[in-house]
Each structure stands twice: as C-alpha cells, then as structure tokens.
C-alpha cells in the first residue's frame, strides 16, 4: 500500500509541477495571435568601387590568408612604414594577394633600399617569411597599376 501512495503522490507532484510549467494562454476573442519575432543572420558582402578597378593588395596577418586584413588600393607607395600603425603593419604581413591589374613591390629597408621582392598581378602568397628571405619584415612597398 506504502508503494502505491508512494507512486500516487509522485504522480500528483509531477502533474502539478508540469501545469505550473504549462504556457497555454487562454483561447478569448480579444487575443492577438502573433508570431514571435524572427532574428536572420544573412552574410553581406560590402565592395568598394575602387576595387572594382583591380589595382589593390591585400595585406592578412597569419599565414594562409587568416587573421586580420588589410586592403591597399593603388597606385600607392610608402617609403617607411615605421610611422603609427603602419609599424603595426609591417610586423604582421604574413600573406598577401594582388589585384588582377596591380603589381607589387616589397623592400627589405625604408626608402626603397636594398633588396626587393615582386608579386604580379594575381598572384598570391600564402607564407611570406619564405618567399622575402629577409626576415619577413617589409619597411617599404610600391603598389603600380597596369593601364
């Protein structure tokens, strides 16, 4: 008998427990059948018309185009960049890619000194540190456009 209460009284507390937990409105002429609002994460993708022109590199801080990015539209130059947050820059270059009209040229040392690397158009660089053989370290660049 002991078990049967038992197992009614179980029965009771978990049927009370489930009605306070029930969210059934009540069903009145007056309520307003709304759905519940709906979130839509959907990609967008922002292009700028000067890429459009094809002259532009893009400068990503880890090897194989990850990390952060940042894209240089030409034609442009920079004879040192150890002013501000192109210091910043030229520590994380360890990729890059170029515009389908652009080339680009890297410098070993500031002002367009010493040795130098080039990437032509299209082209693509998953490792830097490989491809410059001087560090990895860029202190100067030339971006050019082709006609």
């Not at 370290?137 to 006609?147: G, N, Q, Y």
Request: aromatic letters at 6%.
């Amino acid at each position: 008998m002991k078990i049967t209460s038992l197992a009614s009284a179980t029965t009771l507390a978990l049927a009370m427990t489930l009605g306070a937990c029930s969210t059934t409105a009540p069903t009145t002429a007056a309520a307003v059948n709304r759905p519940d609002p709906t979130i839509l994460l959907v990609p967008v993708q922002i292009t700028d018309p000067a890429l459009q022109s094809g002259c532009w590199a893009q400068f990503y801080s880890q090897r194989n185009f990850q990390g952060d990015m940042v894209t240089l539209v030409g034609p442009a130059e920079a004879q040192s960049l150890d002013a501000g947050t192109a210091q910043a820059l030229k520590r994380e270059i360890d990729s890059l890619s170029v515009g389908p009209k652009a080339t680009l040229q890297v410098y070993e040392h500031a002002m367009f000194k010493d040795r130098v690397v080039s990437f032509p158009a299209n082209s693509r660089e998953g490792g830097l540190v490989r491809k410059l053989g001087f560090g990895g370290r860029i202190e100067a660049l030339k971006l050019s456009c082709a006609p």
